[in-house]
């Protein structure tokens, strides 16, 4: 077929990967297209030939164009749908607006992001809001589906049973250390029957898994686009029906688009030295945030498109991406499980690598190197992962997790299962340099 790619070898040859170097933790900081990094900077050039007239003129029609884009392919209401810089941005805008009264609870599980969890303590410092955790000790893969959505209740009971509010609940799609997916449709359901608000953390989403928030009706939802979509980092689309769009009052940081509350009964009357835009307050809210490079916010359609071309097996475009990535990294976990004689992790429904993501313990004794320290086996993790770029050319997410060392592989379209099989002999390698000690020189 005219203009097609297919995933593997072929579509590797369309990124801009070093010779020799095998990118084997796409999910980290994602990557795009060497045809992608050209519409960058042509919009970039665009910029600068023109400051003023593409910034404050033509960029505002490109964004919502993209926003269009991205609206349909979430099969969300294109006024639902903004862009930020990445998904830390997202909780802290979401957590950052809402007003907290005593005894509001924010609920979060222990696999939630290190840096959500610091903005949740951010908020605990400086705001009336307390947290409930789900911690290790109850949530620990490999978990079911059903137990997470046990656990998820029991914490609401056990909030109202203290007499407070559970105001706000924060979980993933897919959740980064382990990389497994959280059953996010049913915790959505759940905050809905119990009058929490739902904030749904998919930095790991679009793209990757297939989504649909006119069905999910989250209360609030961020995701990296330059993750698994293919886009210039750095780019997330923020997601907030227009129900909660009041509860969103200020952008990070808060800029031209801010509207502030009247005092007396009149408005406050704020010079905005940007045109106006006649679009509703959320969306013209983020439509300037201060001076930053905003092409990758406009690279979506590009990205899309090319993603469109991409073939496997006789499917073609968001289908084989996601088949493919799939395939691979189900047959990768399998295929390095075997060769370190260990196991991938996974739960007896099968639902946590329903992802691009397969997790495999690797052959290293945890009392026995670390003697059972936490930080030791952080030290033994940070060297391998050195060690891996310096001397092998790669990099691949060493996790440290229930007591063992886990690797985390990320299915990708460049990518191939000969990939993961070069990459299982050099961590059988290195784990044996790790026996030896060489960690501790």
Not at 13 to 28: P, Q
Not at 156 to 172: E, M, Q
Not at 272 to 281: E, L, T
Request: aromatic content about 10%; hydrophobic content about 40%.
């Amino acid at each position: 077929m005219a203009n097609s790619i297919e995933c593997g070898k072929e579509a590797a040859k369309h990124f801009a990967f070093a010779e020799g170097y095998r990118n084997l933790n796409h999910g980290s900081f994602g990557t795009f297209p060497t045809t992608i990094r050209d519409q960058l900077r042509h919009f970039q050039d665009q910029t600068e030939a023109k400051p003023d007239s593409f910034i404050r003129y033509a960029y505002p029609k490109l964004l919502d164009k993209s926003r269009e884009v991205v609206a349909k392919y979430l099969n969300a209401p294109v006024e639902t749908c903004v862009y930020i810089p990445n998904a830390t941005t997202g909780i802290n805008t979401v957590l950052r607006n809402l007003v907290y009264k005593q005894a509001d609870v924010i609920i979060y599980f222990a696999t939630i992001y290190g840096a959500c969890e610091k903005s949740v303590s951010y908020i605990t410092e400086t705001t009336p809001a307390e947290s409930y955790k789900i911690d290790s000790t109850k949530f620990t893969y490999p978990i079911s589906d059903q137990r997470i959505c046990q656990l998820f209740e029991e914490a609401i009971g056990s909030v109202k049973a203290a007499g407070k509010t559970p105001k706000l609940a924060i979980f993933d799609t897919i959740v980064s250390l382990p990389g497994v997916r959280m059953p996010f449709e049913a915790l959505t359901a759940l905050c809905k029957q119990h009058n929490v608000l739902s904030c749904i953390d998919a930095a790991h989403g679009i793209g990757h898994i297939s989504l649909n928030l006119t069905t999910l009706d989250p209360d609030f939802f961020f995701s990296n686009c330059h993750k698994w979509l293919h886009v210039p980092r750095g780019c997330a689309v923020f997601y907030v029906p227009v129900r909660n769009q009041h509860l969103i009052r200020s952008t990070l940081p808060t800029s031209h688009g801010f509207a502030p509350l009247p005092i007396d009964g009149a408005g406050k009357v704020i010079n905005n030295p940007m045109p106006p835009s006649g679009k509703s307050q959320y969306v013209s809210n983020f439509e300037y945030v201060g001076t930053l490079d905003g092409s990758p916010y406009i690279c979506i359609p590009a990205a899309l498109e090319w993603r469109s071309r991409l073939t496997w097996e006789g499917l073609r475009g968001e289908e084989a991406v996601m088949g493919y990535t799939r395939h691979l990294v189900v047959e990768a976990g399998k295929r390095v499980a075997l060769r370190l004689g260990t196991e991938v992790l996974e739960n007896e429904e099968g639902t946590l690598g329903k992802c691009n993501f397969a997790n495999v313990l690797l052959p290293l004794k945890f009392s026995e190197i670390a003697g059972g320290d936490a930080g030791e086996a952080v030290r033994v993790a940070q060297w391998i992962a050195k060690v891996l770029v310096e001397e092998y050319e790669t990099f691949i997410a060493i996790i440290v997790y229930a007591d063992a060392w886990w690797v985390r592989l990320s299915g990708q379209v460049y990518l191939t299962v000969e990939d993961f099989v070069w990459g299982a002999d050099v961590l059988r390698e290195v784990c044996g340099r790790v026996v030896k000690g060489e960690w501790q020189q």
